[in-house]
């Protein structure tokens, strides 16, 4: 009984002793962040305010409609030039990280110690005059190279000297997401299916060179997006209709161009795991948005949505709920009564809730291998 009592009490002591070590380790997580600092560049779809830096909106074409309402309602509860209803990717990221939402690599007199996004609207792996496209009446500069040459004028006020800069780099989170974009601007613009797959191998190498570029300034934790199967978006829905019904697979997407953005997941995930091989220390994190979309799409309610092939906001009574000619925040369209239900939010991007999903798979697994949190 004695011997019984006196275990019970060393395993109460341990218990309290575990649990307080426990406590110490979440009160440090919570002061001191995995990472100092994160970088991210993109395009729309994690664009946290490049498109207005300092309040001045750079486009006054179409796509003005991203600094208008109903943008932001779900979570900003104003449009913040963001493309969502609410927060964007690395809006999550960065909550779950512990650090400051991104501060746009355009903005004036910010402190960027804890990070900057040189994520653009229009932005793309390649060069691309985004003033040759429909919708923009201005040339965003929003290429990988103008992007990375952005990231580069910040270092000397975040970290220092170059050395500096390693060391300090070394402890920060980069994010990689382009690529959609130069496959859209081409297919827009009247290229086949055929005619864009031309352009696989050099987008694909140019994204490999530009994570290649980060190592050489100090990254070493890098997550590398995919392509998203921009088949199933609203957007591709409307403007790639088809009366063939054999172009769309069971799900009700875009065959051929899913294949193509397939293909160009393939291509990146074997050039990324060569250049993975040649730099051991690196940790490089695949982030595998587009088996995180199709499970989605199979199976909606498993994931918590209700809709995944009509935008929340947009023209309501055509299919898919896009019409190009009433865009979201444009006369003619409507918002949903569930944004959170929609994997769309306009569209043309995921929506609030769909960017909290990508961001938690990215984090936690299984939709970056390794997970960032691993
Ligand atoms: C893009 O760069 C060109 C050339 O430097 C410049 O003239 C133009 O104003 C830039 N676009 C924006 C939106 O700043
Ligand atoms: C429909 O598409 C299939 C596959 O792309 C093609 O073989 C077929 O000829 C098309 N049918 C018509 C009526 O165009």
Redesign the pocket.
């Known amino acids: 009984m004695a011997v019984v009592s006196t275990s019970l009490s060393s395993y109460v002591a341990l218990s309290c002793c575990c649990l307080m070590a426990a406590a110490t380790l979440a009160a440090a997580a919570a002061s001191e962040p995995r990472y100092n600092a994160m970088f991210n560049l993109g395009d729309s779809t994690s664009d946290t305010g490049n498109l207005c830096p300092d309040g001045r909106l ?2 006054t074409g179409v796509f003005g409609i991203f600094a208008r309402p109903p943008y932001g309602n779900t979570y900003f509860g104003k449009p913040t030039c963001l493309c969502s209803d609410g927060r964007v990717n690395v809006d999550f990221l960065s909550q779950a990280l512990g650090l400051p939402f991104l501060t746009p690599s355009l903005a004036h007199g910010k402190d960027f110690r804890q990070g900057a996004n040189m994520a653009i609207v229009g932005g793309t792996a390649r060069d691309y005059d985004t003033s040759a496209y429909t919708g923009y009446d ?4 929003g290429s990988m190279k ?1 992007q990375m040459e952005a990231l580069q004028r910040l270092l000397p006020s975040i970290c220092g000297t170059p050395q500096n800069c390693k060391d300090y780099l070394a402890k920060s989170l980069f994010v990689f997401q382009l690529g959609e974009n130069d496959y859209s601007l081409q297919l827009i613009n009247g290229a086949t299916v055929d005619e864009a797959s031309k352009n696989m191998p050099i987008i694909v190498s140019t994204i490999t060179s530009g994570v290649e570029k980060l190592i050489t300034l100090g990254a070493v934790h890098i997550v590398v997006s995919n392509i998203a199967p921009l088949g199933c978006y609203p957007m591709y829905l409307f403007i790639f209709q088809s009366s063939n019904k054999s172009d769309y697979d069971e799900n009700g997407c875009l065959r051929n161009y899913n294949i193509l953005f397939n293909r160009h997941n393939a291509l990146l995930r074997i050039s990324l795991s060569k250049l993975q091989k040649k730099h051991r220390r690196i940790r490089i994190m695949y982030a595998d948005l587009a088996s995180h979309f199709y499970h989605i799409v199979l199976d909606p309610r498993k994931f918590g949505f209700k809709t995944v092939l009509t935008s929340c906001c947009g023209k309501a009574d055509s299919p898919n709920g896009f019409d190009l000619e009433a865009l979201c925040g444009m006369d003619g369209a409507s918002v949903c009564h569930e944004p959170w239900g929609h994997l769309t939010w306009d569209g043309m991007h995921p929506s609030d809730a769909a960017n909290e999903r990508v961001a938690n798979g990215w984090l936690n697994g299984p939709y970056s291998q390794p997970p960032i949190l691993k």
Do not use: A, D
């Not at 201005?138 to 500069?141: D, M, T, W, Y």
């Open positions: 750079l486009l201005v040339n965003l500069n103008n």
